[in-house]
Structures are given as structure tokens and as C-alpha cells.
């Protein structure tokens, strides 16, 4: 069973720099077909995708947060990596890490619980 677990301060000052790591266990993020995402929720709207690693270590960003995003990981220690610059109050969100397996004929779909982050003075 994969299991993802997000850290990360709770509290951000606006113009940092928010970081956030999802902790993987149960599977390798190198194991083909894996994509590892980061996805945010601000109070009272939708999900947001924030951007992508793919299993080959290929990064993929939201265009209207790709001048302020960073994902990177360090796979020897199952980990992945958010960096969002020049935070505002506009960001402040749950933040979640999700690892999705697609094989093209199995889907896997596996999700944090979720990390509160709140940008504020």
C-alpha cells in the first residue's frame, strides 16, 4: 500500500518562500508510470493543480504558478519537494501530495491527507 505524508511549516510570511516535502513509502518514485503531483485547495474553492514529477524525474508546472514553482525530489530518500516563492495571502491553502500509477491498463490513485499552510504576518 504507497502512503504519502505531507510536512511542512503551517505558517508563512508573504514574500517567502513556502516549502513543502511529501514523504513516499511503499513504492519507489522512480517505478515507471508514477506521476507525483502537488494539488492545493483554497478556503471555499476548488482543487488547484500546482504542478508535476514524473517518474523520469520530468517536471511539469501550472502556467499561472510556473514563475513561482519548484518541485524537485531526492530519491534516496522517497521524498518530493514543494517550493513556491513570493507567497501572498493568496496562497494560503491545504496543500496535498498525490502519487498517481498509469500503466494504461491499472490506475492507481494515492493522496495525503493534506497540510494546512496559511501566508500571513
Known amino acids: 500500500q504507497v502512503q504519502l505524508q505531507e510536512s511542512g511549516p503551517g505558517l508563512v510570511k508573504p514574500s517567502q518562500t513556502l516549502s513543502l516535502t511529501c514523504t513516499v513509502s511503499g513504492d519507489s518514485l522512480t517505478t515507471n508510470y508514477y506521476f507525483w503531483t502537488w494539488i492545493r485547495q483554497p478556503p471555499g474553492k476548488g482543487l488547484e493543480w500546482i504542478g508535476s514529477i514524473g517518474y523520469k524525474g520530468i517536471t511539469y508546472y501550472s502556467s499561472s504558478l510556473k514563475s513561482r514553482t519548484s518541485i524537485t525530489w531526492d530519491t534516496s530518500k522517497n521524498q518530493f519537494t514543494l517550493q513556491l516563492s513570493s507567497v501572498t495571502p493568496e496562497d494560503t491553502a491545504v496543500y496535498y501530495c498525490?502519487?498517481?500509477?498509469?500503466?494504461?491498463?491499472?490506475?492507481?490513485?494515492?493522496w495525503g491527507q493534506g497540510t494546512q499552510v496559511t501566508v500571513s504576518s
Open positions: 498525490e502519487g498517481r500509477y498509469d500503466s494504461g491498463w491499472s490506475l492507481y490513485d494515492y
